[in-house]
């Protein structure tokens, strides 16, 4: 039936589809409106309502998610404020502690200088010599005549300087060890410090330090003073150079206790103290009245704490520790620095007034301000052990160590513990606060770092109060008593203060157990955001909108609800509105269908003639188009669609007639030109290239035997060449033509390639353009030996001209008779000079030549013909130098001869005697003469000589430069 009823209706003309669909899509609706207007107006309504609850329940959502991160910037900025504070606590206590450090180093090199500049007064020395003289002739005794009148000589003066310095004793010991002088007559006076009672004394110590130069001896009980703490300074005495004795100054403790006791600047409980090390033993070197332990400690006590073993270990700073009593204090520590002694400065304020300022006109401090401002329960400073040592409240948890104590299972210890451990903000959920009366309490906790190390933490405690002003808050959805926005923990207990009913709060809910299990509850603590119609907590069937939101480390849900009576009090009206919508919709559809079902199908009806005819190839069919409907701009596009049709076929056409020219004029170029697409397949080869690949196959088959001419169509132009990745990564970077060189074989392949490019910048293929550079290469490395040997001297190489033809043919022969020109004149130079060179001037150049080898002719021709000359000449030349060498020669023999026969007849004739001495005076200015003759002779030889010699050289010089 239904395959019958699908037949039928696709038979049917369009115009009765039409008005099936009309009557249809007006009786569907009326038929299903009964159900519509309960379903969708009940739908819309609750949407509505859900959305508007939604909007509540994001609304306080935010409100709450900026709550806690303003509390949290908060926090951080008030943690910043106590590390300012911190911080100008640390240097205020360090400034005191500085000032008494440096008054005490100043006090005893102050007792050093006046005891080095009292030891050199002479007349102390005199009295030291005058008492132990007169100590000794009476007896060993300090109450004779004799010592009475030196102590007035000498007494007041000394008593005077031990007054005006301040010291306790002045006294004056000989180097036996007496004690000669003591300025308050004490009852050391007379005794010796080296036997007797005073061998173990402080005394005797200072004694033996002093012989050797000055020296501080430490505090320590002395047995002649009641046994109460002196300290000694002493120094040597000399008289002439010679050592006679110290002089010894004692001190109290007062003065140091002056000194460490000054209340400037230490506050309210602020103290310091001086510690010492002596004998292995570290005590106190000052009396201390520590107002925080509320007791005193005598000097000689003994007290170590780490800060103490620092300091005399030569280290300074300040740190928070525990006191004797257990109060957290500042300590600034640092070593003072006296000649002999190892001493430290304590000083200490506790925390909680160094960080801790009242406002002015205000017995609130900052902290309590603070909390009231921003409605806080209480805060806290707790020390990193775990010391509370401020809280606004002061309940019971004050003074207590909250992670040893009786409170450390509370929410505010694993807080604590915490942010100890991550060193950041933390934040807790509600729990029950013992402290704070059992009431349910969350805590917020940040850690105050210096130097990466935890100083202290700032914890704030928050009641239900903070919260319920949120959750609370009316909105402009709903003001009635029915809706609520509240929050339930993951325990499933209230976290905020219901507003509907009083009963459910946060303290009834953790003191009497009161549980939230609804399905909203469950939904949102596991981490769903949603809505749903379900029953509250208090049994009513409400419009619930539910999400989860982050509290620190918890998940908490915010649940927004509204009752269903409230949310529904106006669907019955929305559903009469709606039936009389639906009624009147309906019947205006079954009208307009009859009217519009002859509009929809006549233009279609001419449209399905307009496809006919241009399926028939008639392109130009007349399409009426007479309004802006989808049916006339459907006309309107299918006489577009023929107008485009029409020009596209005609433009084909044009295309393919030029693409036909281009082809035919690539199939007739002289130049070889490739085409590949664009993945490099070879898609088109002209004439030019294919004569050329088979003319050149044989040699490429050499380096590639798959080589084949015939088939080149559809090869990828890979096979070209010897790595193809390389060759790819540059045409796939090519953007304008690149020339290049490619050897195959014995052929070398001159191409350009071009990438051809569309009009959308896209590479769709590439144009290589070939020449054959085989017989070019070739000649080129022919012209290069032959001029190479030219170069080194070697004219008779000559360039082989089968093969050439053209232009390359014309070329090498026109070098060949350079080359033979050059070679024919070269060889008659070189003959001439070789002649030359062997002493034959005969020889000369006799071929014709032009140019300038014709003027190398004649130079050279020139250059023998005056050689010749050059030669005669120096032959005429030698002949008559010859000649007169022999003139010259014949002349000294016969001179010889004559004064031979002069001498024999000197002794026959004296008489002649002064003629003979004036003939031979002439003969020997002749023989002067005659050697005179020869010398220059001689010359004009050697110059002969010279000039052959230049003559030789010349003509070698000519031989090589030729």
């Keep these: 039936m239904q395959n019958v009823l699908k037949r039928v209706f696709k038979n049917l003309k369009l115009g009765y589809k039409l008005l099936v669909f009309f009557v249809i899509s007006g009786l569907v609706p009326l038929g299903i409106v009964g159900y519509l207007v309960w379903y969708q107006g009940h739908n819309i309504l609750l949407e509505q309502a859900f959305g508007q609850l939604e909007n509540v329940r994001e609304i306080k959502k935010s409100g709450l998610e900026d709550f806690f991160e303003e509390r949290q910037k908060d926090t951080h900025a008030l943690v910043n404020t106590l590390a300012t504070l911190e911080q100008s606590a640390f240097q205020k206590l360090q400034i005191a502690q500085e000032n008494k450090k440096a008054q005490l180093e100043s006090f005893f090199q102050e007792c050093l200088n006046d005891i080095r500049s009292f030891s050199k007064i002479d007349s102390v020395s005199q009295a030291l010599e005058q008492f132990d003289g007169a100590f000794k002739v009476e007896g060993l005794k300090t109450d004779g005549l004799g010592w009475q009148s030196i102590e007035e000589r000498f007494g007041a003066e000394l008593k005077q300087y031990k007054d005006e310095q301040g010291y306790y004793n002045l006294l004056l010991i000989a180097k036996d060890g007496n004690v000669v002088y003591s300025a308050i007559h004490g009852a050391d006076l007379g005794q010796n410090v080296l036997t007797g009672s005073l061998k173990e004394s402080p005394l005797h110590s200072a004694f033996q330090q002093g012989l050797t130069g000055i020296a501080i001896q430490d505090f320590m009980p002395y047995s002649m003073a009641d046994n109460q703490y002196t300290a000694f300074i002493s120094a040597p005495l000399s008289r002439f150079g010679e050592n006679i004795g110290v002089l010894i100054l004692s001190l109290t403790v007062d003065q140091v206790d002056a000194i460490a006791q000054r209340r400037k600047g230490m506050g309210l409980t602020g103290e310091s103290y001086l510690i010492g090390q002596l004998n292995g033993v570290t005590s106190y070197r000052s009396n201390r009245k520590s107002v925080n332990a509320g007791k005193e400690f005598k000097i000689g006590e003994e007290r170590r704490h780490p800060e103490i073993n620092k300091a005399l270990a030569g280290q300074e700073g300040i740190s928070i520790r525990l006191d004797i009593k257990g109060e957290l204090v500042i300590s600034a520590y640092s070593p003072v620095t006296i000649p002999g002694l190892n001493w430290c400065l304590i000083s200490n304020v506790q925390l909680e007034e160094a960080l801790i300022q009242k406002l002015s006109g205000n017995q609130a401090d900052i902290l309590a301000e603070y909390a009231n401002q921003y409605g806080y329960y209480d805060l806290f400073l707790i020390h990193p052990q775990g010391k509370i040592f401020y809280t606004i409240k002061h309940e019971k948890d004050y003074n207590t160590n909250i992670l040893e104590g009786e409170y450390s299972n509370t929410q505010l210890s694993r807080v604590l513990q915490e942010s100890l451990k991550s060193k950041m903000f933390s934040l807790s959920d509600f729990s029950l606060y013992l402290p704070s009366d059992n009431k349910p309490v969350m805590f917020m906790a940040e850690p105050l770092l210096y130097n990466n190390e935890i100083e202290l933490i700032l914890a704030v405690q928050l009641d239900q109060r903070n919260i319920n002003e949120i959750t609370h808050q009316r909105t402009n959805t709903y003001q009635d008593s029915d809706s609520e926005t509240y929050l339930v923990g993951d325990d499933y207990l209230m976290r905020s203060d219901s507003i509907v009913n009083q009963e459910y709060t946060i303290f009834n809910s953790f003191n ?203 090869k990828n132009v890979d096979s070209f060449h010897r790595n193809p990745s390389y060759q790819r990564q540059l045409l796939g970077e090519l953007t304008v033509s690149r020339r290049a060189r490619v050897t195959i074989g014995k052929v070398i392949l001159d191409h350009i390639i071009t990438p051809v490019i569309n009009d959308k910048n896209e590479t769709i293929g590439m144009i290589v353009e070939f020449t054959n550079r085989t017989t070019e290469v070739a000649t080129e490395g022919e012209i290069n030996t032959v001029i190479q040997a030219a170069l080194q001297g070697h004219f008779e190489q000559r360039i082989n001209l089968q093969e050439k033809t053209g232009f390359f043919k014309v070329f090498c022969e026109s070098i060949n008779q350079i080359m033979e020109s050059n070679q024919r004149a070269l060889d008659d130079t070189l003959r001439m000079f070789g002649a030359l060179a062997k002493g034959d001037l005969t020889e000369s150049i006799q071929s014709e030549y032009v140019g300038a080898f014709e003027k190398l002719k004649s130079d050279a021709n020139a250059t023998v013909k005056q050689l010749i000359e050059i030669m005669t000449t120096i032959q005429q030349t030698t002949e008559t130098v010859s000649g007169a060498a022999q003139e010259i020669s014949q002349g000294n023999a016969s001179l010889s001869q004559r004064t031979e026969e002069q001498a024999a007849s000197l002794e026959e004739t004296a008489a002649s005697m002064e003629q003979m001495t004036a003939t031979v005076q002439r003969k020997a200015d002749n023989a002067k003469q005659a050697n005179q003759l020869a010398m220059g002779a001689k010359d004009r030889a050697v110059r002969g000589g010279d000039v052959v010699n230049a003559t030789i050289l010349a003509m070698t010089e000519i031989s090589q430069s030729s």
């Design 512 to 714: 009497k157990g009161q549980k939230i299990n609804t399905e909203s509850v469950h939904a949102a603590l596991r981490g769903e955001t949603g809505r749903k119609i379900t029953q509250n907590y208090r049994g009513e069937t409400v419009l619930s909108t539910y999400a989860p939101i982050k509290v620190g480390n918890k998940t908490w849900a915010i649940i927004s609800e509204v009752t269903e009576a409230q949310a529904m009090v106006s669907i019955k009206h929305l559903e009469l509105f709606i039936s009389l919508i639906t009624i009147g919709v309906t019947l205006a559809i079954l009208i307009l269908a009859r009217l519009l079902t002859p509009i929809v199908t006549r233009p279609l009806n001419r449209l399905v003639e307009v496809s006919e005819a241009v399926t028939a190839g008639n392109l130009d069919n007349i399409i009426e188009i007479d309004g802006k409907d989808e049916i006339n701009q459907l006309l309107q596009t299918f006489s577009r669609m023929q107008t485009q049709l029409r020009t596209r076929i005609f433009e084909d056409k044009r295309i393919a007639d030029e693409a036909l020219r281009i082809n035919n004029a690539l199939d007739n170029a002289t130049t070889a030109v490739l085409i590949s697409d664009n993945n490099y397949n070879i898609i088109y080869i002209n004439q030019a290239a294919r004569t050329l690949f088979k003319t050149e196959a044989h040699k490429i088959r050499t380096e590639l035997p798959t080589f084949d001419p015939d088939h080149l169509i559809g």
